[in-house]
């Protein structure tokens, strides 16, 4: 028989037992109706949906298949109202600058997303059902209990995975450069947050150097979150025009020229924080550490004796 890794079985254990219960840790607040708790589950479903897809081949495959499924369907349940959520608290800090017709232009806004907030009450009952369902007790445990050692070291898993990752990110970014689309420059939010997941999943096995790595990829998607938010308020506004009422009717084309001012700031702002993040030299230092895990588990050991 063949030597496995008892490394990777551990580690992929231990993760999908610590994301579930950050998942379902956020029952309560979600049941609330805290925004705070609706972001957190969904982030929480999100990097356990990394955490299966970097450990896919340690479970068993229609297994991993069912679980994914639940756990999918958290994340898209609560992804509208978490973005309802954000444009709210946006629009209404934003208000306090504003006066006169923009003001009751924003107003009008602000309550066409808060009905709209009100109608994902469904959708957030159905995240909260797919969570506390018999079939997601039901799924996860042969899933935990197929979790099988890999014949390949996972220290060269990790590696291997993390650097292409990276190279992804590089070919996004690039991309983007070229054409300045927002398109682009969404695939390329979307892939330094997988990125970001990976480099936390295996963080143990680099040490802290790993940390300024992490730290520095959630500025940069920090920088790109604002730049979204701004964007999704701007195409909110954009869209409530038609029906507004006479008194915000005025202020609303002052109020989208504005918040497209915004949206071009925002973007302004993103350039200077990917490129030192995307550097060459940037990219060196993090491919370099990528290839160098502290870290080393039996089987490397038995391998090198």
């Known amino acids: 028989m063949g030597k496995k890794c008892n490394l990777a079985r551990e580690e992929a254990r231990n993760l999908l037992k610590s994301q579930v219960r950050t998942l379902r840790c956020q029952v309560a607040p979600v049941r609330r109706g805290s925004p705070e708790g609706i972001h957190d589950m969904r982030v929480a479903s999100r990097r356990l949906r990394a955490g299966l897809a970097e450990h896919g081949p340690m479970f068993d495959k229609e297994r991993c298949k069912r ?13 509208k109202a978490r973005e309802l959520d954000v444009s709210i608290a946006l629009a209404l800090e934003y208000r306090e600058s504003l006066h006169g017709p923009m003001r009751f232009a924003l107003n009008h806004v ?36 197929s979790v099988a050692s890999p014949s390949r070291c996972y220290v060269a898993i990790a590696s291997r995975g993390l650097d292409k990752r990276l190279r992804a990110l590089v070919a996004a970014h690039r991309e983007w450069v070229k054409s300045r689309s927002d398109a682009d420059l969404h695939v390329l939010r979307i892939r330094l947050k ?12 680099y040490g802290p150097d790993m940390e300024d790595v992490i730290l520095r990829a959630k ?19 954009r869209n409530s025009a038609a029906k507004a009422p006479p008194k915000a009717r005025e202020g609303m084309p002052s109020l989208c020229r504005v918040l497209e001012r915004e949206v071009a700031a925002s973007l302004a702002a993103v350039e200077p924080v990917v490129c030192r993040l995307l550097s060459v030299s940037a990219r060196r230092r993090a491919a370099l550490l990528l290839r160098s895990p502290e870290r080393t588990c039996q089987y490397c050991q038995g391998s090198r004796n």
């Open 110 to 145: 602000l309550r066409r997303l808060r009905k709209a907030r009100q109608s994902e009450a469904d959708s957030i009952r159905a995240a909260l059902a797919a969570v506390e369902s018999r079939d997601f007790g039901r799924d996860l445990l042969p899933l935990f209990e």
């Open 219 to 237: 500025t940069s998607q920090e920088v790109l979150g604002k730049w979204n938010d701004w964007r999704t308020l701007f195409a909110y506004a």
């Open 67 to 79: 679980f994914r499924k639940h756990v999918r369907r958290v994340t898209r349940k609560l992804g």
């Open 194 to 205: 997988k990125l970001r997941y990976a480099c936390e999943i295996y963080q143990p096995l």
